[in-house]
């Protein structure tokens, strides 16, 4: 048994739906030329060393597949360089059996880590330290209003003292 590593560039703009077609097309091909399929995924979209047919990046996709025959291996060659949609391929041997790529799962769904954290504020939020802080808290927050308003009136005197001093000097001048 001999192992093959294919990778294709497909057109940048394809969406994903346009992107599996694509993908299944190549598949189909690939089990009339009795070769069998270890790994088929969509590796990303990257950008391109050099620009081919006037597009800076490509999606990429790896294949890994085994055969007993390679007779078929030119013909499926040429079946990739003549499609469209596909830009660049390459084709490898390999020396062993590619592990199955396994896509991994989220740890926990959105939903989930909404009620977690509803339950843990709740928790909070009737306990005796909270409510000391929350008291504290209140009582700093017009303070901190006044200083505030402070450095905001201080602000705006500053700058009609500047108003004022270029008023000076444009009638100096003008004199």
Do not use: C
């Not at 504020?121 to 308003?149: F, L, Y």
């Not at 009136?153 to 500053?158: A, H, P, R, Y």
């Amino acid at each position: 048994m001999r192992y093959y590593e294919s990778l294709y560039i497909v057109n940048p703009n394809y969406e994903q739906e346009r992107l599996d077609e694509v993908m299944q097309m190549v598949v189909d091909k690939m089990g009339e030329y009795g070769f069998s399929i270890i790994n088929h995924r969509v590796w990303g979209k990257k950008r391109l060393a050099y620009s081919i047919q006037k597009h800076k990046y490509g999606s990429f996709i790896l294949l890994q597949y085994e055969t007993e025959l390679a007779e078929n291996l030119d013909r499926f060659e040429r079946f990739m360089v003549l499609q469209k949609p596909i830009l660049r391929n390459q084709t490898v041997v390999l020396d062993a059996r590619p592990e199955v790529h396994v896509e991994e799962e989220p740890v926990a769904d959105e939903s989930e880590e909404a009620s977690v954290e509803t339950e843990v504020e709740e928790a909070t939020e009737n306990t005796p330290e909270t409510i000391e802080t929350t008291e504290a808290a209140e009582e700093e927050s017009p303070e901190e209003k006044v200083d505030d308003n402070e450095s905001g009136d201080e602000e705006s005197s500053e700058v009609g003292e500047t108003e004022e001093v270029v008023e000076k000097e444009t009638e100096e001048v003008q004199e």
